[in-house]
């Protein structure tokens, strides 16, 4: 059997070689999940990355920025181990497409050429950024096929929600930002709100997303986009149906999640309502509320059976 450090000056050099632009003394491994790899340079692209997709992780401390980074690359190999189970990563995947797409709306890019420009200008290959989406985009094909069919929308619930609405109305628009943490048997609840207060007040409520959400939503410091606010539930409205651009609601419990939200804008937008297309939208917000949650589940449990070893 290959010792240890024969397996790692194996790997250095491959590294190397497709790393031609750093010496070998500046490469070094630091994580290895399963058979795989994430070395220091890793972990320096990935926090390019996340600083495309949220700006407001310049402004936080490098130590911190990289301690993200970490979890956020160890967390795509986790999936990608798993997902080669299934798939064959390089194939075309339908829904990579508008994958790619819902990103660079996210960034407020009009077309996936400004995309490709805007990755260029932050100094990232784009070929490798495509493949990041697509693992998001083939991860989410393998949680439909395992979950759609427990997949349960209470219909007749939304339809008097659309019933009760006007012909035509002004719709209050919410740009929302989220952060969702989950319970931990460790540590208690007051204490993790306390220290996610913290670091709002310290960073912002996008960095802190960063650091601290499960949500998928995370990478982008948060954000939700514009979202009507007559296609949320009673309880998240309550919360912040009266709160200010800039404010953000009291923690919200949902399962074993915990919600956050922040408003970052309002405005209000008079439209006609056709309620064959208002229903098909909140059956589907419903439906991708659902999968994202057995999606964390599935990913907590895959995670909990992965060997991650710190080197």
Same mark, same amino acid.
């Given at each position: 059997?290959?010792?240890?450090?024969?397996?790692?000056?194996?790997?250095?050099?491959?590294?190397?070689?497709?790393?031609?632009?750093?010496?070998?003394?500046?490469?070094?491994?630091?994580?290895?999940?399963?058979?795989?790899?994430?070395?220091?340079?890793?972990?320096?692209?990935?926090?390019?990355?996340?600083?495309?997709?949220?700006?407001?992780?310049?402004?936080?401390?490098?130590?911190?920025?990289?301690?993200?980074?970490?979890?956020?690359?160890?967390?795509?190999?986790?999936?990608?181990?798993?997902?080669?189970?299934?798939?064959?990563?390089?194939?075309?995947?339908?829904?990579?497409?508008?994958?790619?797409?819902?990103?660079?709306?996210?960034?407020?890019?009009?077309?996936?050429?400004?995309?490709?420009?805007?990755?260029?200008?932050?100094?990232?290959?784009?070929?490798?950024?495509?493949?990041?989406?697509?693992?998001?985009?083939?991860?989410?094909?393998?949680?439909?096929?395992?979950?759609?069919?427990?997949?349960?929308?209470?219909?007749?619930?939304?339809?008097?929600?659309?019933?009760?609405?006007?012909?035509?109305?002004?719709?209050?628009?919410?740009?929302?930002?989220?952060?969702?943490?989950?319970?931990?048997?460790?540590?208690?609840?007051?204490?993790?709100?306390?220290?996610?207060?913290?670091?709002?007040?310290?960073?912002?409520?996008?960095?802190?997303?960063?650091?601290?959400?499960?949500?998928?939503?995370?990478?982008?410091?948060?954000?939700?986009?514009?979202?009507?606010?007559?296609?949320?539930?009673?309880?998240?409205?309550?919360?912040?149906?009266?709160?200010?651009?800039?404010?953000?609601?009291?923690?919200?419990?949902?399962? =074993?999640?915990? @919600?956050?939200?922040?408003? #970052?804008?309002?405005? &209000? +937008?008079? /439209?006609?309502?056709? !309620?064959?297309?208002? %229903?098909?939208?909140?059956?589907?917000?419903?439906? =991708?509320?659902? @999968?994202?949650?057995?999606? #964390?589940?599935?990913? &907590? +449990?895959? /995670?909990?059976?992965? !060997?991650?070893?710190? %080197?």
């Amino acid at each position: 059997m290959m010792n240890k450090k024969k397996f790692i000056l194996i790997i250095l050099s491959f590294v190397f070689i497709n790393l031609n632009s750093y010496s070998l003394g500046d490469i070094y491994i630091k994580y290895k999940v399963e058979n795989e790899i994430i070395t220091n340079i890793d972990i320096k692209n990935e926090a390019k990355y996340l600083v495309a997709l949220n700006s407001q992780l310049k402004n936080i401390n490098n130590n911190r920025l990289l301690k993200i980074s970490e979890q956020s690359i160890i967390k795509e190999t986790i999936k990608r181990i798993e997902l080669e189970k299934y798939f064959t990563l390089t194939e075309e995947n339908s829904l990579l497409d508008s994958l790619i797409k819902s990103f660079y709306l996210r960034l407020n890019l009009k077309s996936l050429e400004e995309f490709e420009k805007y990755l260029k200008d932050q100094n990232l290959n784009i070929k490798n950024i495509k493949n990041k989406i697509a693992i998001e985009a083939v991860w989410n094909k393998l949680i439909y096929e395992k979950y759609s069919s427990q997949v349960d929308v209470d219909m007749d619930k939304l339809k008097i929600k659309i019933d009760k609405q006007k012909i035509t109305e002004s719709d209050k628009l919410l740009n929302l930002y989220e952060i969702v943490f989950e319970d931990d048997k460790d540590t208690t609840l007051e204490l993790r709100l306390k220290n996610i207060l913290e670091s709002i007040s310290e960073v912002g409520f996008e960095n802190t997303a960063n650091i601290y959400s499960v949500s998928e939503s995370a990478k982008f410091g948060g954000s939700l986009g514009w979202i009507a606010q007559k296609n949320l539930s009673e309880k998240i409205i309550t919360n912040v149906k009266y709160l200010m651009p800039g404010q953000f609601s009291k923690v919200m419990k949902f399962g =074993n999640n915990h @919600l956050i939200l922040k408003v #970052k804008d309002v405005k &209000n +937008k008079k /439209k006609s309502i056709n !309620k064959k297309k208002e %229903l098909a939208k909140l059956v589907l917000i419903e439906r =991708n509320k659902q @999968l994202e949650q057995y999606s #964390k589940i599935y990913f &907590n +449990k895959v /995670k909990i059976n992965t !060997k991650i070893d710190a %080197l």
